[in-house]
């Protein structure tokens, strides 16, 4: 480490053991850190009108705390949260901290740095910086003597909430995404699989799975609306969407109506986009729009080897002979981990008659099938067999297989036009009750056949005696 790295680093090192020491003592304006002060324990700042809070949180029943940017009074809303990946175990003896250089640094209770706004390699902004909460929820680092230069904000680095005021888009000098990405689960905020960002060489926003599967889509922006979604723009709380394209970059901006009715946009846990309200006449902060329209038409929502049902209150099960990968989320409702075999199919292990298929029934096939040429459903069972890679056929005006983990299995009604058949490959031994039930199911018909055959012999006797 050369002498300049070295004076640098024991200088911040003893500001820092100043900070802890005193930071009892330290008193700082209701939305604002000045540079060297820090934020600790319950210790928050508020927003000017009293609007957003910033501070430690705890979510749900999790053990962990978090930098998180909420409404003051409206529970459980929060909009913004710095260390998603990095929880910390006790906000007493952690702090945000501002140093001089304009870097705000969360140090944990091992005074390690856990999040930070700049890399400490990077040179002084200014002598004199503050961090303030705005208004519209926006955490800001400015020159103290000029509030307009702003050195970092929140807006730039969205979590899973766009407010008004915010972008979203495309920054082509950094080449960074403002996107939007779901919390977990309700305890763990660290992104989920999901993404909302603007497609890269259209002005259309993008739904995303694993960042690479495209799920929904708002349509292209025509100058005043997206196609597929003018409500948005046409609403009554949402006035001037405005989308820009430059050489700086893309984005995309709105503003509120009312002043009185605060608006956000959530990428919820479920993989939905969705509008919210909440003012003094709705408490509860109200969902008023989302797409898409339901948990099922989000890909990817019961994970892998999965199936999903809109008419259940558990809306994902795990398709027979599976079982939940990660059984911890499964149970806190996140079902990205998806399922796993129970057995694993013999064909991987040169046995494969072994493994056999179980019928379900009355859904909607899942993605990325592929067409294999059989006259029949018994080549096409054949052929699925001898490749230990199909996972599932159906036999439906062609051949249908599927290779690798199935996703969007989805159940439908009884009624549904739209129900098709799915022969889902597994081990033989995963199959024994399925096999009972079904014989079972075959005696019970033949007899209640057997039956009314009889019944129509009876009939035809005795229509013949009435005619003697």
Known sequence: MDMSRRKSFISQSVLLLLCFTFKAYTSMASNTISPGQSLSGNQTITSPGGIFELGFFTPGNSQNHYIGIWYKNLQKAVVWVANRNQPVSDPSSSALHLFQNGNLTLLNQSKSAVWSTHDHSLPVFSNS????LLDNGNFVITDAFNSSVIIWQSFDHPTDTWLPGGKLGYNKVTNEKLTLTPWRSPENPAPGIFS?????????FLLLYNGSIMYWTTGPWT????TNVPEIQLNHYVTNVTYVSNEMGSYVSYAAVNPNVFIRYVLDISGQFKAYKWGKDFPEGNSIWLRPSEHCEVYGFCGASSICNQQQVHLCDCLEGFQPKS???WELADHTDGCVRKVPLQCSAGNGGNDTFVVVPDVRFPENSKTLAAEN???CRSACLRNCSCTAFAYD??????TGDLFNVQQLTLDAQVGKVLHLRIAASEAIGVKKESKTLWI???VLGG???VLLIIADLRQLKAHW
């Open 327 to 329: 059984p911890k989320y």
């Open 444 to 446: 019970v018909i033949g």
């Open 451 to 453: 039956f009314v055959a």
């Open 397 to 402: 005006n062609g051949c249908l297989v599927w």
């Open 223 to 226: 100058g005043k609306i997206f």
């Open 196 to 204: 909302l960002e603007i497609q890269q060489n259209g002005t259309s």
């Open 129 to 132: 910086t503050k961090a303030m």
């Open 377 to 379: 459903i018994n080549e």
